[in-house]
């Protein structure tokens, strides 16, 4: 474990390369020490303190530190020392409670040097990565720094050790805010050196009792170790490394928490160092007492990085006993999960100018019999295929190959959204880190939800672009829903939260199935028609360049429009063509074109929002609308005397006080001009006007309408006064006379205009406005890679 800034020289490799190197160290040393006290010193060796002597040779083979507490030779019997303390310049320190080493130097007349034992008690090796020497790697034995290393091999002699034992060995590793090592390991052995190092071998066994212990900010976790490892030196030269390890104490903080004793690790693998570095391994993992993993790998060093091959011939987990994080809600309750055949090669750099990669190829898949989360429900279970083909993933790029993931289940429920017999296919082709196309399609049985259903439903999408880097490209979406309707949904997404973004979405669907939305929005019910809409969403950045407004804009075109109004379904609009206009907190209908109350009428209204409330603007003309029918009142007269033609327009001024949905009129003006109306028409809106006969104005307009034809009409409200401008023509012999007659009314405003049917339809696009607002509240941030999640 090692820090991404200061990446460790430590491997594994060279931990135990240099603990053989170190034990090889020590014992030529003590035969260098000993072959010169031999033919040199032998007389002081028996009488003197050589503890100065031996300290003295020692520091100078290492290039570091030594001390001993105390030492004892005879030429005869061998060397012994006590209290042993290395330190090299590396930062590897050595300490040795007991070394004991059993030879007779009188065999060195044969060429030969026999060791009968070697027997170190409570050895201490202490691996630190110091501030001067992190992150930049030693070459060779430099780490040990022992400059007669190539002497000591090249020595003329050859050398044999009959038995070797070590007690209670431990190796520390602290750096990085990491800390690791092997306590209580056992090793017992042989070996032999030919004659100038040509040829050697050296093997060990570790005892029962021994443990790994790895310690970290947030992991923690102790394993038995029983290993069987074997040097060689020489053509072909091979280690070869055999043993199985389980954890038994594991805890790991976030986000998972394994339970104790429920993993075990068996490793076989083989090393060979002949010409370069090689090997095979096979490891096999049990989870809670089944085979989960078998793994066979082949690998070898090659240029600076290591290379490997291998082969998943089992990956089976029982989903129930799978760690649950602690941190999150979304969890697989119970299912299976299997991942082989498979396939995996790649590249780790050993340096640090490579890019190291990996590449997987086969199938897999899980089925969950239950799967909860905070937000998906899949009572009946779920099914997950995976197939990657040299799926290819690197830290710097590119990524390559294809992947293909399915996803199967027969219902699914998530925010009040039931799905039936779902089926998700998903198809990634990259180009690049994280540029490329990814293909997703999606169909679906009965949908539904409150006030909304659909008999079936399929999606396809098409992403191309650079994703997580922030340059989202160029996408295309289509979603039908039923068998008529369909979303396209296409535009791009340039460098969230920098360059901006512009998305557009069409959609097409028969008015009768989005039916629910429209009466909570127009109070309207629907008996047919056509709605095709363009949605259009684009922003740049923020300020801080850290978020994004976005503008969404909808235009929709009703074709074919029929319908009614929720409370008066005896009058029916229709058929109608008009276009909707949505733009923050404007709104605008274009083009009306509808039949209207036995006639036919054009126009456009407008809402604007203005300070503390809305402004609606309506204009429009109409021809042969039945006056009666737009008075709701029996006029008692036949269809041509009630027509009339004409034009209008309305503004209204309202203010929704408070954030309240309640909207109240602050003014009102009315305006419309009548260019055909009959008499008796005339004289029954008058009489509609003034029910009670209290307006003297009205008495004489009426008055004069039995003898007279009104040629135009004008109406106006402003204020609550109603003028009405009636132009009459008399009919004589002696030719006709216009005339004009005000009439002067004050009555409330609702007996000319339902307020309460234009105040529920600014409280739905009220409602519509904050939902468009809130949809396009995206936050988008970005952090130091470019990625960026929206929220």
């Not at 992150?135 to 000591?152: L, Q």
């Not at 053509?235 to 070869?240: F, M, Q, S, T």
């Not at 909808?554 to 276009?579: W, Y």
Request: glycine fraction near 10%; include cysteine; aromatic fraction near 6%.
């Amino acid at each position: 474990m090692t820090s991404p800034d200061k990446p460790s020289h430590w491997t594994p490799r060279r931990i135990v390369k240099w603990l053989f190197l170190s034990i090889l160290a020590l014992v030529l040393a003590s035969v260098v020490l000993l072959t010169a006290g031999a033919f040199i010193f032998s007389y002081w060796l028996k009488t003197a303190d050589i503890k100065p002597a031996v300290e003295w040779v020692t520091a100078k083979i290492t290039g570091g530190q030594a001390d001993f507490g105390s030492v004892e030779a005879d030429l005869t019997r061998g060397v012994g020392a006590k209290k042993i303390r290395f330190k090299l310049p590396s930062g590897v320190a050595i300490s040795v409670e007991k070394l004991d080493i059993g030879f007779d130097l009188r065999s060195l007349v044969k060429g030969s040097l026999k060791i009968d034992h070697i027997n170190v008690e409570r050895p201490h090796i202490i691996f630190t990565d110091t501030a001067k020497s992190a992150g930049r790697p030693m070459k060779g034995a430099g780490i040990f720094a022992i400059s007669a290393t190539p002497a000591i091999f090249a020595a003329p002699v050859s050398i044999s050790l009959r038995s070797l034992s070590v007690r209670d060995l431990s190796l520390e590793y602290a750096g990085a805010g990491v800390k690791t090592g092997i306590n209580g390991l056992n090793i017992t052995g042989r070996g032999a050196i030919s004659r100038n190092g040509a040829e050697g071998e050296v093997t060990f066994k570790s005892g029962q009792n021994s443990s790994c212990a790895f310690s970290s900010d947030d992991v923690a976790l102790k394993s038995v170790c029983d290993m069987d490892i074997s040097l060689s030196t020489g053509e072909p030269g091979a280690i070869k490394l055999k043993g199985s390890t389980g954890l038994e104490n594991v805890s790991i903080k976030a986000p998972y928490k394994i339970d104790t004793g429920k993993v075990k690790a068996e490793l076989d693998a083989d090393f060979n160092i002949g010409g370069r570095l090689s090997g095979r391994s096979s490891l096999k993992v049990s989870l809670y007492g089944k085979p989960a993993l078998n793994l066979e790998t082949d690998w070898k060093v090659s240029k600076g990085y290591l290379e490997y091959e291998g082969r998943i011939t089992r990956l089976n987990i029982d989903l129930k006993h799978m760690p649950k994080p602690a941190d999150s809600a979304d969890y697989l309750l119970s299912g299976f999960a299997n991942f082989s055949p498979a396939t995996i090669k790649g590249r780790v750099a050993l340096g640090e100018g490579g890019e190291s990669a990996l590449s997987i190829s086969g199938a897999g898949a899980i089925h969950a019999n239950k799967f909860i989360s905070e937000t998906v429900n899949a009572k009946q279970g779920v099914a997950i295929t995976a197939q990657l083909n040299d799926f290819t993933v690197s830290p710097k790029g590119p990524v390559s190959g294809k992947a293909l993931v399915n996803i199967t289940s027969p219902v699914i429920e998530s925010s009040g959204v039931i799905v039936d017999n779902l089926m998700v296919s998903i198809e990634a082709n990259p180009a690049g880190f994280s540029s490329g196309k990814i293909y997703i399609s999606a169909t679906a049985g009965k949908t539904s939800a409150k006030d909304f259903q659909t008999k079936k439903m399929s999606l396809n999408a098409t992403l191309l672009g650079d994703f997580i880097r922030g340059d989202l490209g160029f996408i295309k979406t289509e979603i039908s829903l039923l068998d008529k309707s369909m979303i396209a949904v296409f535009g791009s997404v340039l460098g969230y939260g920098k360059k901006g973004m512009d998305l557009t979405a069409e959609i097409q669907a028969p008015l009768k199935e989005i039916e629910p939305w429209l009466r909570k929005i127009m109070q309207v019910k629907v008996r047919g028609g056509q709605a095709q809409a363009t949605i259009r969403a684009n922003g740049g950045a923020g300020v801080d360049n850290a978020s994004s407004k976005m503008d969404v804009s909808i235009k929709m075109k009703i074709r074919n429009f029929k319908g009614s109004l929720i409370n008066d379904s005896k009058n029916v609009i229709g058929p109608a063509d008009f276009d909707l206009y949505f733009k923050d907190a404007d709104f605008r209908i274009d083009h009306l074109k509808t039949k209207f109350l036995g006639g036919a009428m054009t126009g456009a209204m407008r809402v604007k929002s203005e300070k503390d409330g809305r402004a609606l603007t309506m204009a429009g003309a109409f021809t042969r609308i039945n006056l009666g029918r737009l008075l709701n009142t029996d006029l008692g007269l036949g269809e041509e005397e009630s027509a009339i033609d004409g034009d209008w327009s309305l503004d209204i001024a309202l203010v929704q006080a408070g954030g309240r949905e309640i909207i109240d009129v602050k003014k009102i003006r009315l305006s419309a001009n009548l260019s055909r109306i009959g008499a008796k028409a005339l004289g029954r809106f008058l009489l509609f006007l003034d029910p009670n006969k209290n307006s003297q104005s009205i008495m004489i307009a009426r008055k004069a309408l039995e003898y007279a034809k009104p040629s135009g009409v004008n109406i106006s409200v402003s204020h609550g006064d109603l003028f009405v401008t009636i132009d009459l023509k008399y009919n004589s012999p002696l030719g006709g006379r216009a005339i004009s007659a005000q009439v002067i009314v004050r009555l409330p405003i609702r007996r000319l205009v339902n307020i309460e049917l234009i105040q529920t339809y600014f409280s739905r696009l009220i409602t519509l406005n904050k939902t468009i607002r809130l949809a396009a509240a995206i936050r988008m941030q970005n952090n130091e890679t470019g990625a960026v999640p929206l929220k």
